[in-house]
Each structure stands twice: as structure tokens, then as C-alpha cells.
């Protein structure tokens, strides 16, 4: 998680990277090409940390669109028919590349997001080792299963689905896409990438890469834009014939519309409103730690934050107490400085939704501990954290996804309270539990109703593990070659038989 370099040294490679996109609109890339929208729109996007023009971004229609299609169907055939040995060379050399870049993909990211270098370069690297790890998977793909009966072999095999559509968000937006285009690719498929119109730059990074590694034209392309128009017309074409996203549960609700006439094949990572459970008895320090983590890194836009604290009630005080001088402690500042730990939320839009939280919490009943009565200067995209007490379940602070840095607190009494206010939600991605319980930790994780538990630890991702959520959290699941190649690829079973078997005979004379 630590960055390595200093605040000045990265604040240079921001500066030549970003001046390297000040000049000419970031384009597309299409069929191995960087490429202008056919009618010429763009649109304009501005860096959090100062609210800075940074430049004009391509902005992709459904023509766009189309011809990215195109050239993802046309290099489809071609791209798996190859082995899995050479997608795994050519993967492992994207990898390679990333590593490689990782600091200028990093220092991009924090000037695009306002997201922090502590945990950019992290991600960063994280983004080689999604490549990786499906490249290793890469040569065995197309195994399927032996399944003999009596009269009859039957053996499957696996083959990529056709060119498919890859949308994602802008919370960690390399990363996340790799999760995506890395597992696509090494299953043979082609890819279409229409990242988020807030955070357009570190897409262009990863396709240039991937092209400079040896990824063949056509194979990986980018359409920039807007979700209502670039977006929509990704999950339309009759061409894609699956759409990956990761974004709002409404949005994916949307997107299930829009492909249901071409019948689109969807997987779906959503949002989430995840519980936090301590117990009292739990390693309280390492629960504390842990609850800090999980909701004020990543500026608290993560999916899997745990947004909602439920804290045994004999215990309440005393770490509520603790957690509010941490809280108090945390750097706030720039996202290039590697002592900050939070930095400036996205877009000015975003910043309204989550600064409009607290007094949300004070309608509602709930007591505001930090972040209630600082001025926070309403043109700027800093958000100070927030964390509210006295909470109950159906607050708007408890129920809805803030997706910042605030955290709101609810005291129960017992494990079956508990198991309780966490389900009581829409959502279902991630559940946190902190106990010394060993029973209790198996009962609890059992009852939870989520995609991901994970018992006296922080969300800690292990790449073969299923990863995605129940409820209005998400359909399906990633990770590990069963998980996103099921997705990504389509299955044929070839039944040959041993000519023992009976056929009925019609129309005999
Ligand atoms: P969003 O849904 O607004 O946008 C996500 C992407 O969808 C963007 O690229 C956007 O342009 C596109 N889009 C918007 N409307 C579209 C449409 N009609 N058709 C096709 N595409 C469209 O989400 P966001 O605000 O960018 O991201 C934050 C959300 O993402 C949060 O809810 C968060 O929980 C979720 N998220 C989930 C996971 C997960 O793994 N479950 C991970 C990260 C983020």
C-alpha cells in the first residue's frame, strides 16, 4: 500500500503525463488506432484535486460505437483460434508493461479521481495481477469435463463468446477494468471498454499498453463517453454479445432493459451498504483498525466499504470513543501527497450527494460526532470525513449507499439483533464480522445474506475466490477460472456414441 515515491516526484510524472493529454482530446481506440468521434464530439474533464480543466475527451455516439464493434467481432475469430499458451504470453507481457508504468498509471489516476497515492499504486500493480493470474489460466480455458454414460461419450469444451462489452465506474477505474478485460481476453473473447466519463485517462493507458504488448488490433478497444449515449449504445449492438458491468444498481437495471432485446448475456457488480458487525468479544484494536480502513481508504468510494458500524451495546461507548479520535486524525489533502489518506471526491455532483448526508442524519435523528459544523467551501471537492451516531437501521444514513467517507454507527444487542439490522437492507455484496467466537463467527457468516463475509479481517481479495453480491448488489459472480470464465466463454457438449444403444424406428414397412 505505500507509495514510493515523494510528493514533488509525483507530482512531476502527473504534470508530463496529463500534459501529454492537454493537446489534442483524448481519443478512442479503435482497431489499434487512437480515434476521433466520426461526428467530432467531445466533452470536457476537470481534475478534483483543483478543479482544473485537464482536457477535451472523445465522446463516443452509437456510430462510434459500431465501428468498435466491428472491430471486436472482426478480430474475434482470430483471437480464439490462437492457443492459450500464446494469450498467456501476450497477457503476461501487458502485465509486464503495467508494472512497468505502474507509477505513471498511478499518478494519473489520483489527478483524474482524486483518489489517493497510498492506495493508487497499489491498485496499479493490482491491475498486472489480474493480467496475470487469468493468463496462467489461459491454456486451459477450453477444458471442459469427460461425462460417459452407457451408450455414449459426452465431453465439453469451452470456446470465448464473441466480442463483449466491458462498462465500468470511476471509484478505482483501472483496476476494476482489468477485473474485467483481463479474464475476457485470456477466455479468447474481444472486448469493448467504455470506461466512466469521469475518469476517462487511465482506460487510454491500458489500451495503449495492451497494444504495445503485443494485443492485436481490434482485440481490445475503448469508446470514451457519456453512460446515456456511448453506454446505451454498447449494450444495444447486436454484435456484443455479453455486457460486464460494474457501476449503480439502478444503472444496471437499465442496462438489463436496454439489452433485452438482443438478449444479452449480464453480469452485474453493484452497489452496496455493507455491514460492519463487532462483537464484544473481539480483538477490539484490530477491529478498530479494520472499521477505519474499510470505510475512510479509497475516499470511502468503494463498493465494498462498510459503510454501516454495528457495535455490541456493552462495548458501544468505549469504541465509539476510540474511533472518533481516529476519525478526527485523519489527512485530508492531496492526492499526490503520499501522507494524505483521504482526497478530493470526484466530481462537484458527487460532492453534493455525500456532503448532503449530514444534514440528512441530523433530520433523521442521528448525531453527527465529525463532520457536522465545519465550513467546507462548496466550490471545492474536498469532503471532510463524517461519522454519525445514534443511528437506527432505517435511516437514509444507514439504508442508502453514500459511497464517501461516512460512516454511521448503530448499537445492537445480541447475535440475533445483529444478524438482523445487517440484512435489513437492499443490498448484499460484503459483511464484516469481528469476534472471538469461533461459533459464533460460523453462525453469523452463515445467516448474513451477502456475497462476501469475512470473518476478524478487512476486505483482503484472494483472485480465485467468488467475488459479487446477492439482493441489489449484483448478478453473478468473478474470480478464479470457474467464476469469470463461465461468464466470458460458452460451453459445447459433443455426445458420440458407441453404437450400442436402441433407436427407435419410425415408418417401418
Ligand atoms: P454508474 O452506474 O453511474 O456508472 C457506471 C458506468 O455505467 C459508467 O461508465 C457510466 O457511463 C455507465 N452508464 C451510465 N448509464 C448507462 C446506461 N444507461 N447504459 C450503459 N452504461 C451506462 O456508477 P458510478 O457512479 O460510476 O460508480 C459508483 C457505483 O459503482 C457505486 O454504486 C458502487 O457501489 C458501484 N461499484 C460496484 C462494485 C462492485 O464490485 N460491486 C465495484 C465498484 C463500484
Redesign the pocket.
Known sequence: MAANKSYDQYLETARHQMERFADTPLLHFIDGEPTPSIGGEVFENFSPTDGVLLGAVASGQAADIDAAAQAADGAFYEWSSRSGKERKRILNAVADLIVERADEIAAVECVDTGQTIRFMSAAAIRGAENFRFFADHAPDANNGRSMPDEHHVNFSSRRGLGPVGV??????PFM?STWKIAPALAAGCTVVH?????SPYSAALLAEIAFEAGLPAGVLNTVQG???TA??A??EHPSIKAIA???????GS??QA?GAPTLKRLHF????KNPVIVFEDADLERALDAVMFMIYSLNG????SSSRLLVQASIHDEFVARLTERVRALKVGHPLDPATEIGPLIHPRHCEKVRSYRAKAEEDGATVIVGGGEPTDPESYYVNPMLFTGATNDMRIAQE?I?GPVLTTIPFDDEADAVSLANDTEYG?AGYIWTGDTGRAQRVARDLDAGMIWVNSQNVRHLPTP???TKA??IGRDGGPEYSFEFYMETKNISVAYDTHTIPKLGQI
Open positions: 462498462i465500468t465506474p470511476w471509484n478505482t476494476l467504455k470506461p466512466a466519463e469521469w457519456l453512460g446515456e453506454g446505451k454498447l449494450t458491468f460494474v457501476g449503480e444498481s439502478s444503472t437499465m442496462i436496454q457488480e453493484l452497489g452496496g468510494e468503494r463498493c465494498t449507499e459511497f455484496l467475488f459479487g453480491g448488489s449484483g
